[in-house]
């Protein structure tokens, strides 16, 4: 998706665009060509879906096939699951010599039935296509190693994400006065209850469900919140605002997708992302960069990040009794708070700062060029 290449690539398609002739490849749409115009790179478009699409699917194989053979890279690099699939076969078939993917996440290991088998095969494909192959954290690379490709090397560049966070743009002292009051200020929260922020997908994967069902528990036993939940609604596995608002009735505030979710961050006192399943969550990084102490299952990327009692909570996946615990706590004392958030940002800056995160994968495409290049 154009998207994802303007969120999360920006950055570091800029500092390629300095050292080699660089180009990208995403459905056709005018973001593809406004991402390439900023960064300095050329676009090309292939339109493939997110679902299992065999016809579709095959012709964007080909197409991008006739690309690889036109262009003649030297390394195709691609990040998201059918991007992968579709790229790497792609470009093995058209001779490419560096072929590298990154897995930022993977589907199989909490798929059922038909479609694990079918996830997994995808990854074995890439996998098998691929000359290297990186992935954004211990977890995901466990996962791998144990449920896809046990003899092939698998990489973790830097400490594992991949995209890194802006910290002078991730910061209070970035916003204006007005944004570090606006939050409260539009949805009339009094300034003593605690709020609670969710960033992202409403669908079942991300523990929607089971986070309401704690936020719920909270309430009722006395203890004062408001849960702000702003993102996307997704084409399947939808949670709808009925639905919320169903299981919790009263101190719950759902807001659109946001361009800018700095003013969240800034009136907010906890991130809570009570994922399934995860590769390694930028919105808990880009928290912690705005002093928020983050409740987080389990998952990988997460429990890689929070450290219990430290910068937040971990709690056990679907275990919605644990969240309440933890948000309790979290409502306690607003002095273990402003701590949390405090060691938070700290250790996003010792490990996820952005320019730190760049150079790490400036530095494999140097190795591995050269190493091809001698």
């Given at each position: 998706?154009?998207?994802?290449?303007?969120?999360?690539?920006?950055?570091?398609?800029?500092?390629?665009?300095?050292?080699?002739e660089?180009?990208?490849?995403?459905?056709?749409?005018?973001?593809?060509?406004e991402?390439?115009?900023?960064?300095?790179?050329?676009?090309?478009?292939v339109?493939?879906?997110?679902?299992?699409?065999?016809?579709?699917?095959?012709?964007?194989?080909?197409?991008?096939?006739?690309?690889?053979?036109?262009?003649?890279?030297?390394?195709?690099?691609?990040?998201?699951?059918?991007a992968?699939?579709i790229?790497?076969?792609?470009?093995r078939?058209?001779?490419?010599?560096?072929?590298?993917?990154?897995?930022?996440?993977?589907?199989?290991p909490?798929?059922?039935?038909?479609?694990?088998?079918?996830?997994?095969?995808?990854?074995?494909?890439?996998?098998?296509?691929?000359?290297h192959?990186?992935?954004e954290?211990?977890?995901?690379?466990?996962?791998?190693?144990r449920?896809?490709c046990?003899?092939?090397?698998?990489?973790?560049?830097?400490?594992?994400?991949?995209?890194?966070?802006?910290?002078?743009?991730?910061?209070?002292?970035?916003?204006?006065v007005?944004d570090?009051?606006r939050?409260?200020?539009?949805?009339?929260?009094?300034?003593?209850?605690?709020?609670?922020?969710?960033?992202?997908?409403?669908s079942?994967?991300?523990?929607i469900?089971?986070?309401?069902?704690?936020?719920?528990?909270?309430?009722?036993?006395?203890?004062?919140g408001?849960?702000?939940?702003?993102?996307?609604?997704p084409?399947?596995?939808?949670?709808?605002?009925?639905?919320?608002?169903?299981?919790v009735?009263?101190?719950?505030?759902?807001?659109?997708?946001?361009?800018?979710?700095?003013?969240?961050?800034?009136?907010?006192?906890?991130?809570?992302?009570?994922?399934?399943?995860e590769g390694?969550?930028?919105?808990?990084?880009?928290?912690?960069?705005?002093?928020?102490?983050?409740i987080?299952?389990?998952?990988?990327?997460?429990?890689?990040?929070?450290?219990?009692?430290?910068?937040?909570?971990?709690?056990?996946v679907?275990?919605y009794?644990a969240?309440?615990?933890?948000?309790?706590?979290?409502?306690?004392?607003?002095?273990m708070?402003r701590?949390?958030?405090?060691?938070?940002?700290?250790?996003?800056?010792?490990?996820f700062?952005?320019?730190f995160?760049?150079?790490?994968q400036?530095?494999?495409?140097?190795?591995?060029?050269?190493?091809?290049?001698?």
């Open positions: 998706m154009a998207l994802s290449l303007d969120v999360f690539c920006s950055a570091i398609l800029e500092d390629m665009a300095k050292e080699y660089v180009g990208i490849v995403a459905a056709e749409s005018e973001l593809l060509r991402v390439g115009r900023k960064t300095g790179v050329s676009a090309h478009g339109e493939m879906k997110r679902q299992i699409a065999p016809w579709s699917d095959a012709k964007a194989l080909l197409k991008m096939w006739r690309l690889l053979r036109r262009e003649k890279p030297l390394c195709v690099h691609s990040l998201t699951p059918k992968g699939l790229a790497m076969v792609a470009s078939l058209a001779g490419v010599k560096v072929r590298v993917h990154t897995f930022t996440g993977l589907l199989f909490t798929a059922k039935g038909w479609k694990r088998q079918a996830f997994r095969l995808s990854d074995w494909m890439i996998c098998k296509c691929a000359t192959i990186i992935a954290g211990q977890g995901v690379k466990d996962d791998l190693v449920g896809v046990p003899n092939k090397e698998v990489k973790i560049l830097g400490n594992g994400n991949v995209r890194g966070v802006d910290l002078n743009h991730y910061s209070l002292a970035a916003l204006a007005t570090l009051t939050g409260r200020v539009e949805l009339g929260i009094r300034e003593q209850v605690v709020i609670f922020l969710y960033v992202g997908r409403f079942i994967d991300k523990g469900r089971e986070m309401l069902q704690a936020f719920r528990l909270f309430c009722q036993r006395g203890h004062k408001m849960l702000v939940m702003a993102g996307s609604r084409d399947e596995d939808e949670i709808l605002e009925g639905e919320i608002r169903e299981i009735p009263r101190w719950v505030t759902v807001l659109p997708w946001q361009k800018d979710v700095r003013w969240l961050y800034a009136m907010a006192d906890c991130l809570v992302l009570p994922s399934r399943r390694f969550p930028n919105v808990v990084l880009e928290a912690g960069a705005m002093g928020l102490p983050c987080v299952t389990d998952v990988n990327g997460s429990r890689e990040i929070i450290r219990s009692g430290v910068n937040g909570y971990v709690a056990p679907n275990d009794k969240m309440a615990r933890h948000m309790a706590a979290i409502a306690s004392s607003g002095k708070r701590a949390m958030g405090a060691n938070a940002r700290a250790a996003v800056a010792q490990k700062e952005a320019k995160v760049r150079n790490c400036m530095d494999f495409y140097a190795e591995v060029l050269d190493k091809m290049q001698a």
